[in-house]
C-alpha cells in the first residue's frame, strides 16, 4: 500500500480501531477495549501509533513503558497490534513497529517485549521478522 502515514494515535482513533479489532477477531469487542484504547491515546509518555490510509486509519500498535519489572528498570511492551485485514501484509505493522523501537531507543528503553499465544502462527512469524 502506498501513501499510509505513521501518526501518534489520538483519542478519536478509539472507535476505527474498535472495528479494525473487531475485524481481525470476528467477534464482538469487550465493551471497554475502546476506553482502553483512549486512555492509551491520552499518554503522554507511551508510544501508540496508527497506520493512516487517505483519511482512514487501517492499522495500530499499542505499547506501554513498564518500570521496574522481573528485575528490569524500565522496559516496553508492545500490547496489541492490529491491520486492517484487506491492508495487511503490506509493511504497515512493520513501520508501526519500527516508529515504536525508535521512540523507545531515544528514551534510553532498551528492551521491547511481547506475548503472543502459541498458536498464532501469523503473529509469531510477524514479531519473529521484528527480531523477537
Known amino acids: ?6 501518526r501518534r494515535l489520538k483519542v478519536e482513533d478509539a472507535e476505527a ?7 481481525i477477531t470476528r467477534r464482538p469487542v469487550e465493551p471497554n477495549f ?5 486512555t492509551h491515546a491520552q499518554s503522554g509518555e507511551e508510544a501508540c501509533f496508527v497506520a493512516e490510509h487517505r483519511g482512514k486509519v487501517v492499522g495500530f500498535m499499542i505499547s ?8 528490569e528498570t524500565k522496559s516496553a511492551w508492545i500490547a496489541t497490534v492490529g491491520v486492517d ?8 505493522g512493520a513501520e508501526m513497529a519500527q516508529k515504536i523501537f525508535e521512540v523507545y ?15 498464532s502462527t501469523d503473529l509469531l512469524s510477524f514479531f519473529k ?3 523477537f
Not at 500500500?1 to 505513521?6: G, L, P
Not at 475502546?34 to 483512549?38: D, G, L, T, W
Open 105 to 119: 531507543q531515544v528514551a534510553g528503553i532498551e528492551n521491547v517485549y511481547t506475548t503472543v499465544r502459541w498458536d
Open 85 to 92: 485485514p484487506d491492508c495487511m501484509g503490506q509493511g504497515i
Open 129 to 131: 521478522t521484528l527480531g
Open 17 to 23: 480501531i474498535t472495528k479494525i479489532y473487531a475485524a
Open 34 to 38: 475502546q476506553r482502553v484504547v483512549e
Open 64 to 71: 506501554y513503558i513498564l518500570t521496574a519489572g522481573f528485575g
Open 1 to 6: 500500500m502506498e501513501n499510509f502515514q505513521i
